[in-house]
C-alpha cells in the first residue's frame, strides 16, 4: 500500500515537472537561507561557552557617576582581582588582563608588527580553558617577562609548537622565554590574543590605587549563584578599600560623594553575557548585541514561513488536479484515513527532499556566507547532534503542516461529486490562500522598508559632516618607534611637496586614544558642577590639520607662552559649562593625587577658543564635550596630503621613517579606511539584509508564479469563451492580475505602518538619524506591486495568447 | 438482491428544490442483468449512486443483501461497496499516474488481498479482458476501448457480486461498445448481477429487464425475451 502511494506521488509529481520544482526549489532555497542564519544566531549565542567553568566566570565591571556624567567601564582598579580572591573564600580564583597593545617581533632579520598581545594573571589557566600545548599551566605566566603563545604564531615564528625556553625580542630590545604554548583561542571568545605576556612584567600591576581602574578582571566562583552574594557585598567591600583614597584625595568620604549625586560602585556582568550584551567603555574588543541576534532570527523565521506558504499553497492548488484520484480510489474503497495518511506522506517526502537540497546548499554557500558576515563558521560533528534532529522535526512540522490541507479537505470530498468534476471548478481555495498570499508579500514588503532605511542611514552616516575632513589623512601610528626623532620627522614630512600639515597627538577622531579627565567650573570645586569630558592632548597644528572650524575664539599658538595652560573646548562643553561668553573664562582641571588641605589638586586652564562640534564616537551616540589642551604628545603622526602621486609621496614618507627609524616598519593608515572601519558591521548588517531581502521576494514571487499558473490553467475555459466574445488580450492579462494585485495592495497598506514603526525604533539608537521619508514607503509598496505584476504577467500573458479553440476543446 | 422501497431524493439549491427521485420502488434479484434508461434529469445516475452506496437517499429503503443500507454512515457503506460492488464509468476513470496493472490492483490493495494472491488475480483478469499486453502502459496511451476494457478488468478483479455501469459504451464507437457489452454478458452469464444505466437501446437489448424511468419514478418495465 505505502509503496502504491509513493508510486502515485512519485509519477504525479513528475508529470508537473514545472510545479514540482518550484515547489521544492522553493522551500529548499527557503530552508537553506534558514539553515545559514541558524549557524550565524548559533555562533553568536556560544561566545565563552567554550570555557568549562563558564558560568562560574564573571567580569568587574565599574559604574562611575561624577555630577551629571555616568560611565560603565569593563575595567577595574589594579588590586581588585587579589583583594577579591583574599576577601571572599567563595571566589575561587581571579584574573587581570591588560591590552598589550602592538610590538615588533623578531624572526630572523625581520621585524613584524604583532597586535594582538595581552598582559595576563599566571591564574588566567586556571580561570579559562586555554588549553596547553606544551608548558605549565600553572607556573607558565609567574616570573617576568614569560610570554605565552599560541599554536599558529609558534609555527609562523618556531616552525613547530615545540618552542618552550625559546627567547622572543619585541621591539630590538626586550627579550622575553616562551614558557607555554596554548592551542588557539577560539574563534567564539571575548578576546582574541596570540601573545600572553606574564602580568608580573608591569610594575603598574602591582599599584594599590583603588581610584583607578584600567584593568579588565575576572572571578571565578566556587558556585555560579554566589555571584549575588559578591554582587550584594560591593558596597561595603569598596567603603574597606578605596574609602581611605577617596577622603585624601577628593576630601570626601564614600557616603558624602553618593549625597553629592555621583556614585562609585562595582558590578557583575556573567561571562557568557559579554558578547552580546556588554558595550561598555574599555571591552576587550568590540562585542556584538542581541539586536541583531534577534534580527536574523526573525528574518530566517519570515523567510522560512514565506516558503512554507508558498509550498502550502502550491501543495493545496494542485492537488484539487488530483481530485479525481481522491473520487477513483473511494470508489474503489479507499477509506478516509488511507487518503489522510497517503496526502500527509507525500508531503513530507517532498519536505524530506527540499530539506537535503538545502542541507547540500547550505554547506555549498557557508563560505560565501562567512565572507559577507564577517565570520568563520565551520560546522562539525557536534554541530550535527543538534542539526540532524532538529531537521528531522522541521521536514515533519513542516511536511504535516503544508500536507494538512489537501490531506483532510481532500479526502472529506463525496466521489460522485469529484467524478463528476464538480468540485475542480468550485475548488479556488480562497480564503485561506489569499491570506497566506498577503501575508508573504507583508513580510517581503516589510524587508524591503528596512533594508532601504538601512541603506539610507549608513549613506547618510557616510556623507554627514563630522566637523573634520577625513579624506587624504594618513596617519602614522607607530610614531613612539622613534624615540626622540618625532620633531625630525614631523619637520622633514612638513618639508615633503604634497603634504599640506602634519600635527602629532595619539588623540584622533577616528581610532584614536582617548583620555577623560574632571574639570570644575570655578573655584569651589563643587562635584556637581564638575565636567567630566574627553581631555586630549593636541599641538599647534592639529586643528588645520584636521580641517576643523572655530566658533570663537582661536586655535593654540607657538608664540604664545601662557597657552601652556590654554585649552580649546568644544560646543557640546560650552553649552555643559553654560558660559554666556566661554573666550578667557576659567576652568579647574582635577589632577589628581592627594589633596593640599582642602582644595583638591588641580591646574588653572583658560578657555581660548571654541572649536565647533565634531564626531569622535559612532553616530550612534551624541557628542561628548571635549577639552584640548596645548602639548606634545607623540601617540601618532597626522599627515594631510595634496597629492595625486600617493604611491610617490608614501615612497619618500617610507624612505625619512627608514633613515631615522632602521630595522622597524613604517606602520600606517588612511584616516578615512579606519573610519570606515568603524562602520563594517553596520555596512555587514546592511548587506546580508540586502540578500536576505531579495531571497524573501525570489521565493515569495516563485509562489505567486506557481499561483498565477495555477489560476489561468483554472480558467482556461474562461479565457477561451472571452475570447471567443471578443475580449483582446489586455482586457485578459487585467482580468488574471486583478485578484493578485488586490492581495498586494492589500499587503502594502498593512506592512507599511508596522515597517515604519520597526525601523524608527531602529534608528533610535543612532543619535545621528534619517527621517523616514514618504517616499522610502512608496518605492516599497511600487516595487512591490511591480515585481509581483511582472510575475503574474508571465502567466497571464501565456494564457491569454492561447488559442481559445485549443482552450475550450481541452475541457 | 436489492429491494428499494419509496426511495427519494432531493438537490437542493438556495431557491429551487429539485426532486431527483420520487417513492421510487423497484427489486433485482441475484444473477440479473437491469438496464436502466430514460431521457436526461429522469434521476438515473442518482438511482445508480445510491444503488452503489456513493450517495444516500433521503428518504426510503434501500436493503442490500438483505441489510438495510439507507442510513448507513460513510464508513460502513464504503466496507460494504469495496467488498460486493464494481463500478465501470462511461468516462473510465482511471487514474493517470498509475499503469494498467497497478490500476486493476487497486481494489485489491484497498480489500488487503497479499502481494503474492494480487499478482496472479490481476494476471488472470488482464488475460481474461485481452489486455495482458498491456499491463504495463498507462492509461493515456490506451484507446477508448482498451481504456474500457481495464476499467472493467478493474471492476471485477475483487469478485463482487454486483456491478455497476454508467454508460459504458457512452465514449466509444460501435464496435468498441459491442465489445465491451459481450463482457459485460460474459459476466452475467457467470453469475454475476449487473444493472447498467444506458441510453443506447441496442445496449439494453443485451440485458433481461429494461427499467425505463422519467421525473424519478418508474413509468415502464420491460421483460426482454
Known sequence: MFKNYIKTAYRSLYKNKGFTAINILGLALGLATCLLIVFYVVDELSYDRYNTKASRIFRVNEDLKLGENNVQYAVAMPPLAKTLKAEYPYVEDAVRLKNAGSFHVKKGDANIIESKMVYADASIFNVFTLLMISGSSSSALVEPNSVVINETIAKKYFKNTNAIGKIMTFNNNWNLKVTGIIHDVPKQSHFNYDFFISMSTVPDSKSNEWLRSDYSTYVLLKEAKDHTKLAASFPAFLQKFSGAQMQSELGQSIAQFEKGGSHFRLNLTALTDIHLNSNLSGELGPNSTTQYVYIFSAIALFILLIACVNFMNLSTARSSNRAKEVGVRKVMGSSRKHLIFQFLAESILITFVATVIAIVAAVILLPFFNQLSGKEIVLTVDSLKWLVPSLLAIVLVIGSLAGSYPAFFLSAFQPIDVLKGKLSAGFKGGGLRSFLVVFQFFVSILLIIGTLVIYNQLNFIQTKNLGYNRSQVLVVKNLGELNQQTNVFKQALAELPGVKETTMTGFLPTNGWRNTRIYFKDATYDQKKSLFPQSWQVDADYIPTMDMKMAQGRNFSKDMQTDSSAVIINEAAAKFLGFADPINKTV????????????????????????????????????DPIVLTYGQNPGALAIRVSTSNITGLMGQIKDKWNSLSPGIQIDYSFMDQDFDASYRSEQRIGRIFVIFTALAIIIACLGLFGLAAYAAEQRTKEIGIRKVLGADVSVIVAMLSKDFIKLVCIAIVTASPFAWFVMNKWLQDFAYRVTIHWWVIAAAGVGALLIAFVTISFQSIKAALANPVKSLRSE | MIKITNLEKFYRTEEVETIA????????????????????????????????????????????????????????????????????????????????????????????????????????????????????????????????????????????????????TGNLDSSNGNDVMELLTDLNEQGTTIIMVTHSEHDARYSHRIIRLLDGQTVMENIMV
Open chain 2, 21 to 168: 427521485l420520487n417513492k421510487l420502488s423497484m427489486h433485482v434479484n441475484t444473477g440479473e442483468f437491469v438496464a436502466i434508461m430514460g431521457p436526461s434529469g429522469c434521476g438515473k445516475s442518482t438511482l445508480l449512486n445510491i444503488l452503489g452506496m456513493l450517495d444516500d437517499p433521503d428518504e426510503g429503503s434501500y436493503v442490500f443483501n438483505e441489510i438495510e443500507v439507507a442510513h448507513f454512515n460513510e464508513r460502513k457503506r464504503a466496507d460494504l461497496r469495496k467488498h460486493n460492488i464494481g463500478f465501470v464509468f462511461q468516462s473510465f476513470n482511471l487514474i493517470d499516474e498509475l499503469t494498467v496493472f497497478e490500476n486493476v490492483e487497486l481494489p485489491l490493495i484497498y480489500t488487503g488481498v497479499p502481494t503474492a494472491e494480487r499478482v496472479k488475480r490481476v494476471e488472470e483478469v488482464l488475460d481474461k479482458m485481452q489486455i495482458m499486453h498491456r499491463r504495463n502502459h498507462y492509461p493515456q496511451q490506451l484507446s477508448g476501448g482498451q481504456q474500457q476494457r481495464v476499467a472493467i478488468a478493474r471492476a471485477v478483479v475483487n469478485k463482487p457480486k454486483l456491478i455497476l455501469a454508467d454508460e459504458p
Open chain 1, 588 to 623: 579647574y582641571q582635577s589632577l589628581g593625587g592627594d589633596r593640599k588641605g582642602t582644595t583638591p589638586n588641580v591646574k588653572e586652564c583658560h578657555i581660548v577658543g571654541v572649536v565647533k562640534d565634531f564626531h569622535f564616537n559612532s553616530l550612534r551616540e551624541k557628542i
